[in-house]
Protein backbone atom coordinates (compact mmCIF):
# COMPACT_ATOMS: atom_id res chain seq x y z
CA UNK A 1 0.00 0.00 0.00
CA UNK A 2 1.18 3.43 -1.23
CA UNK A 3 1.82 5.59 2.63
CA UNK A 4 0.67 9.10 2.75
CA UNK A 5 2.44 11.55 4.61
CA UNK A 6 1.39 14.84 5.74
CA UNK A 7 3.74 17.69 7.07
CA UNK A 8 3.29 19.41 9.26
CA UNK A 9 0.71 17.86 11.54
CA UNK A 10 -0.34 21.25 13.16
CA UNK A 11 0.15 24.85 11.39
CA UNK A 12 -0.51 27.80 13.30
CA UNK A 13 -0.83 30.92 10.92
CA UNK A 14 -2.31 34.44 11.43
CA UNK A 15 -5.44 35.64 9.00
CA UNK A 16 -3.98 36.83 6.35
CA UNK A 17 -0.78 34.74 5.80
CA UNK A 18 0.61 32.06 3.45
CA UNK A 19 0.11 28.23 4.76
CA UNK A 20 2.43 25.44 2.99
CA UNK A 21 1.32 22.25 3.21
CA UNK A 22 3.24 19.48 2.31
CA UNK A 23 2.47 16.10 1.50
CA UNK A 24 4.99 12.44 0.63
CA UNK A 25 3.91 9.69 -1.01
CA UNK A 26 5.81 6.68 -0.31
CA UNK A 27 5.97 5.55 -4.04
CA UNK A 28 4.83 7.91 -7.20
CA UNK A 29 1.07 8.51 -7.67
CA UNK A 30 1.90 10.25 -10.58
CA UNK A 31 -1.19 13.48 -10.70
CA UNK A 32 -3.48 10.76 -8.81
CA UNK A 33 -3.64 13.53 -5.85
CA UNK A 34 -6.42 15.12 -4.15
CA UNK A 35 -6.44 17.81 -1.23
CA UNK A 36 -9.72 17.55 0.99
CA UNK A 37 -10.30 20.02 3.68
CA UNK A 38 -12.66 19.13 7.16
CA UNK A 39 -14.19 21.50 9.46
CA UNK A 40 -15.62 20.23 12.98
CA UNK A 41 -18.29 18.07 12.58
CA UNK A 42 -18.85 18.11 8.88
CA UNK A 43 -17.84 15.89 6.20
CA UNK A 44 -14.75 16.71 4.19
CA UNK A 45 -15.33 18.61 0.87
CA UNK A 46 -13.19 17.78 -1.60
CA UNK A 47 -10.56 21.13 -2.67
CA UNK A 48 -7.98 20.32 -5.12
CA UNK A 49 -7.66 17.24 -7.70
CA UNK A 50 -4.91 16.23 -10.32
CA UNK A 51 -2.53 17.72 -8.38
CA UNK A 52 -3.67 21.61 -8.97
CA UNK A 53 -7.30 21.52 -10.60
CA UNK A 54 -9.60 23.10 -7.95
CA UNK A 55 -12.83 21.80 -7.04
CA UNK A 56 -16.28 23.71 -7.97
CA UNK A 57 -16.23 26.85 -5.80
CA UNK A 58 -13.13 26.27 -4.09
CA UNK A 59 -11.28 30.01 -4.28
CA UNK A 60 -8.20 31.04 -6.28
CA UNK A 61 -6.20 31.08 -2.84
CA UNK A 62 -5.78 27.17 -2.84
CA UNK A 63 -3.37 26.25 -4.62
CA UNK A 64 -1.53 23.26 -5.42
CA UNK A 65 1.69 21.84 -6.80
CA UNK A 66 4.09 18.85 -7.12
CA UNK A 67 4.11 15.54 -8.73
CA UNK A 68 5.55 12.02 -8.47
CA UNK A 69 5.69 11.61 -4.61
CA UNK A 70 6.46 15.43 -3.26
CA UNK A 71 2.87 17.63 -3.29
CA UNK A 72 2.18 20.67 -1.77
CA UNK A 73 -1.58 22.64 -1.07
CA UNK A 74 -0.87 26.36 -0.34
CA UNK A 75 -3.15 28.83 0.57
CA UNK A 76 -2.11 32.01 -0.03
CA UNK A 77 -3.78 34.18 2.48
CA UNK A 78 -5.57 32.54 5.12
CA UNK A 79 -9.81 33.54 5.66
CA UNK A 80 -11.22 32.34 9.04
CA UNK A 81 -13.11 29.79 7.33
CA UNK A 82 -9.79 28.17 6.07
CA UNK A 83 -8.78 27.20 10.11
CA UNK A 84 -9.61 23.31 9.48
CA UNK A 85 -7.83 20.08 8.90
CA UNK A 86 -6.62 19.01 5.53
CA UNK A 87 -5.77 15.64 4.16
CA UNK A 88 -4.24 14.30 1.30
CA UNK A 89 -5.03 11.19 -0.93
CA UNK A 90 -4.15 9.10 -3.98
CA UNK A 91 -6.40 7.79 -5.96
CA UNK A 92 -3.71 5.60 -8.31
CA UNK A 93 -3.36 2.31 -6.43
CA UNK A 94 -5.48 0.29 -4.37
CA UNK A 95 -6.21 0.70 -1.07
CA UNK A 96 -6.80 4.52 -1.71
CA UNK A 97 -5.08 6.04 0.85
CA UNK A 98 -5.33 9.26 2.90
CA UNK A 99 -2.35 11.13 4.85
CA UNK A 100 -2.77 11.36 8.59
CA UNK A 101 -4.12 15.21 8.24
CA UNK A 102 -2.60 18.83 9.01
CA UNK A 103 -4.11 21.12 10.98
CA UNK A 104 -4.38 24.68 10.38
CA UNK A 105 -4.67 26.88 13.76
CA UNK A 106 -5.38 30.46 14.60
CA UNK A 107 -2.29 31.48 15.48
CA UNK B 1 -27.69 18.68 -6.51
CA UNK B 2 -25.86 15.24 -5.30
CA UNK B 3 -27.10 13.56 -2.04
CA UNK B 4 -26.22 11.24 -0.32
CA UNK B 5 -27.99 9.94 2.83
CA UNK B 6 -26.52 7.44 4.84
CA UNK B 7 -28.81 5.54 7.34
CA UNK B 8 -28.12 2.27 9.86
CA UNK B 9 -25.44 3.39 12.68
CA UNK B 10 -26.16 2.46 16.12
CA UNK B 11 -24.39 0.62 18.84
CA UNK B 12 -23.39 -3.12 18.88
CA UNK B 13 -21.54 -5.41 20.71
CA UNK B 14 -18.26 -6.68 19.91
CA UNK B 15 -18.40 -9.43 17.77
CA UNK B 16 -21.81 -8.21 16.60
CA UNK B 17 -23.21 -7.67 13.09
CA UNK B 18 -24.99 -3.91 11.40
CA UNK B 19 -25.83 -2.78 8.38
CA UNK B 20 -25.39 0.53 6.35
CA UNK B 21 -27.28 2.47 3.85
CA UNK B 22 -26.66 5.53 1.63
CA UNK B 23 -29.71 6.76 0.08
CA UNK B 24 -28.45 8.32 -3.39
CA UNK B 25 -30.40 11.46 -4.82
CA UNK B 26 -29.35 14.33 -7.81
CA UNK B 27 -27.10 12.24 -10.24
CA UNK B 28 -27.45 9.13 -12.21
CA UNK B 29 -26.57 6.36 -9.03
CA UNK B 30 -26.16 3.46 -11.82
CA UNK B 31 -23.61 5.55 -13.68
CA UNK B 32 -20.92 5.92 -9.97
CA UNK B 33 -18.17 3.64 -8.66
CA UNK B 34 -19.31 4.33 -4.66
CA UNK B 35 -17.03 4.26 -1.58
CA UNK B 36 -17.39 4.30 2.18
CA UNK B 37 -14.89 5.60 4.26
CA UNK B 38 -14.70 6.13 7.79
CA UNK B 39 -13.18 8.14 10.81
CA UNK B 40 -12.31 7.28 14.01
CA UNK B 41 -12.98 9.58 17.08
CA UNK B 42 -10.26 12.47 16.65
CA UNK B 43 -8.53 10.16 13.81
CA UNK B 44 -7.98 10.58 10.22
CA UNK B 45 -10.09 9.36 7.00
CA UNK B 46 -9.76 5.47 6.53
CA UNK B 47 -10.63 4.58 2.97
CA UNK B 48 -13.37 0.99 3.40
CA UNK B 49 -14.45 -0.20 -0.07
CA UNK B 50 -15.00 0.36 -3.18
CA UNK B 51 -17.95 -0.87 -5.62
CA UNK B 52 -18.04 -0.31 -9.35
CA UNK B 53 -20.87 1.05 -11.25
CA UNK B 54 -22.13 -2.44 -11.97
CA UNK B 55 -20.88 -4.31 -9.20
CA UNK B 56 -18.26 -5.92 -11.50
CA UNK B 57 -15.49 -5.19 -9.19
CA UNK B 58 -15.01 -4.81 -5.25
CA UNK B 59 -11.94 -3.21 -3.42
CA UNK B 60 -11.18 -3.23 0.21
CA UNK B 61 -9.57 -2.25 2.99
CA UNK B 62 -7.02 -5.00 4.25
CA UNK B 63 -8.24 -4.97 7.77
CA UNK B 64 -12.19 -5.12 6.24
CA UNK B 65 -11.72 -8.12 4.03
CA UNK B 66 -13.66 -10.93 5.16
CA UNK B 67 -15.36 -8.64 7.52
CA UNK B 68 -17.15 -6.15 5.41
CA UNK B 69 -19.05 -6.33 2.30
CA UNK B 70 -20.05 -3.39 0.03
CA UNK B 71 -22.98 -3.77 -2.15
CA UNK B 72 -25.27 -1.76 -4.19
CA UNK B 73 -29.14 -1.73 -5.32
CA UNK B 74 -28.85 0.40 -8.35
CA UNK B 75 -32.67 0.06 -8.82
CA UNK B 76 -33.59 2.07 -5.22
CA UNK B 77 -29.83 4.46 -5.63
CA UNK B 78 -28.98 2.92 -2.69
CA UNK B 79 -25.42 1.51 -1.45
CA UNK B 80 -25.14 -1.04 1.28
CA UNK B 81 -21.88 -1.43 4.05
CA UNK B 82 -22.52 -5.10 5.99
CA UNK B 83 -20.67 -5.50 8.69
CA UNK B 84 -19.72 -8.43 11.11
CA UNK B 85 -17.46 -9.52 13.45
CA UNK B 86 -17.42 -6.20 14.47
CA UNK B 87 -14.61 -4.84 17.27
CA UNK B 88 -14.10 -1.69 19.44
CA UNK B 89 -11.56 -0.59 16.42
CA UNK B 90 -14.44 -0.44 14.22
CA UNK B 91 -16.04 2.75 16.35
CA UNK B 92 -16.53 5.31 13.58
CA UNK B 93 -18.54 7.84 11.63
CA UNK B 94 -19.01 5.60 8.48
CA UNK B 95 -19.26 8.19 5.13
CA UNK B 96 -20.90 7.36 2.10
CA UNK B 97 -18.88 8.49 -1.10
CA UNK B 98 -19.78 8.95 -4.70
CA UNK B 99 -16.36 8.98 -6.75
CA UNK B 100 -15.80 11.58 -9.52
CA UNK B 101 -15.78 8.75 -12.64
CA UNK B 102 -18.54 8.29 -14.45
CA UNK B 103 -18.49 4.70 -16.26
CA UNK B 104 -16.05 1.32 -15.14
CA UNK B 105 -12.89 3.95 -13.80
CA UNK B 106 -12.27 5.38 -10.26
CA UNK B 107 -10.77 8.99 -9.50
CA UNK B 108 -11.09 11.07 -6.52
CA UNK B 109 -13.69 11.40 -3.82
CA UNK B 110 -16.31 14.10 -5.85
CA UNK B 111 -19.24 13.97 -2.95
CA UNK B 112 -19.39 12.82 0.65
CA UNK B 113 -22.43 12.12 2.54
CA UNK B 114 -22.67 13.55 6.42
CA UNK B 115 -21.65 10.09 7.43
CA UNK B 116 -23.61 7.68 10.24
CA UNK B 117 -21.78 6.70 13.55
CA UNK B 118 -21.14 3.20 14.68
CA UNK B 119 -19.97 2.25 18.14
CA UNK B 120 -18.98 -1.24 18.69
CA UNK B 121 -19.18 -1.68 22.85
CA UNK B 122 -20.28 -3.70 25.34
Excluded at chain 1, 25 to 44: D, E, F, M, R, T
Excluded at chain 1, 59 to 70: D, I, L, V
Excluded at chain 2, 34 to 41: E, S, Y
Aim: with cysteine.
Amino acid sequence: EIVMTQSPATLSVSPGERATLSCRASQSVSSNLAWYQQKPGQAPRLLIYGVFTRATGIPARFSGSGSGTEFTLTISSLQSEDFAVYYCQQYNNWPRTFGQGTKVEIK
Amino acid sequence: QVQLVESGGGVVQPGGSLRLACAASGFTFSGYGMHWVRQAPGKGLDWVAFIRYDESDKYYAESMKGRFTISRDNSKNTLYLQMSSLRAEDTAVYYCVRDEYYGSGSAYFAYWGQGTLVTVSS
